[in-house]
């Protein structure tokens, strides 16, 4: 991912922050998911926990909650980001400013490192996650969301109907992302789909639009204001309905014998 594309993802991430959580439904649940999974993998014995991609703090109160006397980086690559998670007063860490594919930390210091929806915005997937694992002290997880290949499939579908390219990016489907974590001696990802709430095209767009999805993937541009319109009709003649396929995982160093 060059640079230039990771200032468009933080600008425009930046000035979703103010009203993101009234449209992050879907986020809320996946944060939730990695928080449950860290509790049943570590209710206790932490004392450092990096969180990747914070965004207005989602996740980052409920580890806050779950592991109070722990020591918490929070980050993400937008500024406005992190100033909105830290307005809230609720949470006794540090908040830096770190593009999670390459965090300035060598080796194994935390114990947890989380992240909820942000591994799908990364250049290479399975470098990053071998690079974040190797921060992991022994016994330590990582545990982490992001999208999978269904997700949005019916507006996708729309798109191919029309003879228009999708901006949504290639997300991976849940074998190829068990085929990364393979290399890691333990290792698991699974799925869960969620239901979007909202019905047509304008719901889904003002719900990208709301939580600042709205940089194309590489390589691709936004549609016109005419092919746009094709779009959404043939999207809301086909009902309308859409779903985020969460794909969530978790990588553990093994414990020092």
């Given at each position: 991912m060059n640079d230039a594309r990771k200032q468009r993802i933080s600008d425009a991430f930046g000035a979703a922050a103010g009203h993101y959580e009234a449209h992050?439904?879907?986020?809320r649940l996946a944060a939730t998911l990695v928080a449950d999974?860290?509790?049943?993998?570590?209710?206790?014995?932490?004392?450092?926990?990096?969180?990747?991609?914070?965004?207005?703090?989602?996740?980052?109160?409920?580890?806050?909650?779950?592991?109070?006397?722990?020591?918490?980086?929070?980050?993400?690559?937008?500024?406005?980001m992190l100033e909105q998670a830290a307005s809230h007063g609720r949470v006794a860490g540090r908040f830096l400013t770190m593009d999670g594919e390459a965090p300035p930390f060598d080796g194994p210091w935390f114990d947890l490192i989380l992240s909820s929806l942000t591994f799908q915005w990364f250049d290479d997937l399975p470098a990053a996650i071998a690079r974040l694992a190797g921060l992991l002290r022994p016994g330590g997880s990582l545990i982490f969301s992001t999208m999978g290949q269904g997700s949005f499939a019916a507006w996708r579908a729309a798109h191919a109907a029309c003879g228009e390219a999708s901006g949504v990016p290639d997300y991976p489907s849940l074998d190829a992302l068990r085929a990364m974590l393979a290399g890691h001696a333990d290792a698991f990802a699974f799925e869960e789909t969620v239901a979007m709430e909202g019905k047509g095209a304008r719901a889904l767009i003002a719900h990208l639009k709301g939580i600042g999805a709205v940089v194309?993937?590489?390589?691709?541009?936004?549609?016109?204001?005419s092919a746009l319109r094709r779009v959404m009709a043939t999207y809301d003649a086909a009902g309308g309905r859409d779903v985020y396929q969460l794909l969530l995982g978790r990588v553990t160093r093994a414990a020092q014998a």
């Open positions: 992050a439904g879907p986020q999974i860290a509790q049943r993998q570590m209710p206790g014995g932490v004392a450092r926990v990096l969180e990747i991609g914070c965004g207005t703090g989602l996740l980052t109160r409920d580890i806050q909650t779950r592991w109070p006397g722990a020591d918490l980086i929070a980050t993400d690559i937008s500024p406005g194309p993937g590489e390589g691709r541009r936004p549609l016109g204001p």
